[in-house]
């Protein structure tokens, strides 16, 4: 089982200040996929094939990486980017996520 | 717009099994595998199995062999998962999912 590990863990943002979370990979994934949850909502798929915008999310977010280390990153934060964010790997069974990143506002 | 409309919270007796449907719209059913997540209270995300319509061919995480069991029905482009011998390990929210829209979510609690 390929286990993600995310950090940081919890961290917090200031309106317009950059986030960067990273997600690495026990043994090599060929792409990452990243989703974004609010509290009691389901999540939402933010980014696909590591780097991939998925529709109607903001292009201040991005993903990026290669083999057993990959990254989200919020370009500049909003108020509204308040939320858990997971890493998942789709390239072997079981699919595994990672263990999430909280991110509050500042 | 693709919408997976899931069934309702379920409470349930440990030892019992609960059927959980997730009715998909806006796209081809069979176009798509259907992936179902497992979160428990203040937890992260396990993903517990994958059903591909098209050829009901199934794969599950092996965490969840014996307790989860994943159909799909066609006819109706609707997907299900049973979850047998329920314990209180089993009370979470279970989500039905495309790679890239998720239901709402089912909260099933197994209490006595």
């Known amino acids: 089982e390929i286990v993600l590990t995310q950090s940081p863990t919890t961290t917090a943002a200031s309106p317009g200040e950059k986030v960067t979370i990273t997600c690495l990979a026990s043994s090599s994934v060929s792409n990452m996929y990243w989703y974004q949850q609010k509290s009691g909502a389901s999540p939402k798929l933010l980014i696909y094939?590591?780097?991939s915008l998925a529709s109607g999310v903001p292009d201040r977010f991005s993903g990026s990486g290669s083999g057993t280390s990959y990254s989200l990153t919020i370009n500049t934060m909003e108020a509204e980017d308040a939320a858990t964010y997971y890493c998942?790997?789709?390239?072997?069974?079981?699919?595994?996520f990672g263990g999430g990143t909280k991110l509050e506002l500042k | 717009e693709v919408k997976l409309q899931q069934s309702g919270d379920e409470l349930v007796r440990p030892g019992a099994s609960v059927k959980m449907s997730c009715k998909a719209s806006?796209?081809?059913?069979?176009?798509?595998?259907m992936h179902w997540v497992k979160q428990s209270p203040g937890q992260g995300l396990e993903w517990i199995g994958t059903i591909i319509p098209l050829i009901d061919t199934t794969s599950y995480n092996q965490k969840f062999k014996g307790k989860a069991t994943l159909t799909a029905d066609k006819s109706s482009n609707t997907a299900y998962m049973e979850l047998s011998r329920l314990t209180s390990e089993d009370s979470a929210v279970y989500y039905c999912?495309?790679?890239?829209?998720w239901g709402q979510g089912v909260m099933v609690t197994v209490s006595s």
């Open positions: 998942q790997q789709w390239s072997s069974n079981p699919r595994t």
């Open positions: 999912a495309r790679y890239d829209n």
């Open positions: 806006g796209y081809t059913f069979t176009d798509y595998a």
């Open positions: 094939s590591t780097s």
